[in-house]
């Protein structure tokens, strides 16, 4: 909790409301569960406002800074491409163009301007890639980590399934 209360400042002055009756989204712990199985550390999940402008988003991941600067662990989860209406299931380890396409420039932008990220929003396959904003979004926050930092993201995994989603995972 006194995290929490300490993220009014880094996150521009943003109202924050903290709600300890709502779960984790599948977001944060299908991610954290494989990589700290014991649930060993304390974890707090930001909601992201979907309804403003990229660059806002990518502003408070530049704010994240002061957070990692403290030590504090920062995940930005979800599968930068994630159209689960054009799932191919007969297409296990593959990828529309339009996938690679959008994956491609988004991973691109990331390693060599991470600070131009806002743009994919008018990428000419973002409606395909990209048709709601939750799995696009933390895209943003880590590129703005990375600004700030003054730091490029590394690919940990990438690979695609079924067509509609990218598997790609950042380190910053």
Do not use: C
Not at 63 to 85: E, K, P, T, Y
């Amino acid at each position: 909790m006194q995290l929490a209360a300490e993220l009014h400042s880094p996150l521009d002055g943003s109202a924050l409301l903290v709600d300890q009756k709502w779960g984790f989204d599948h977001g944060t712990w299908s991610v954290l569960l494989p990589m700290f199985p014991e649930a060993s550390i304390p974890v707090m999940q930001l909601s992201m406002p979907y309804g403003l402008a990229p660059e806002k988003h990518f502003e408070m991941g530049r704010q994240l800074r002061a957070l990692r600067d403290r030590g504090v662990l920062i995940v930005g989860s979800g599968n930068v491409v994630h159209n689960l209406r054009a799932v191919d299931w007969h297409n296990p380890d593959g990828a529309f163009d339009w996938a690679q396409r959008f994956n491609a420039d988004a991973m691109a932008l990331l390693q060599t301007r991470p600070e131009d990220s806002p743009t994919l929003a008018s990428h000419r396959d973002y409606r395909m890639a990209v048709p709601t904003p939750d799995h696009f979004l933390p895209l943003l926050y880590i590129a703005g980590l990375a600004a700030a930092a003054n730091s490029k993201p590394h690919v940990l995994v990438d690979g695609y399934t079924y067509g509609a989603l990218s598997m790609t995972a950042y380190a910053v």
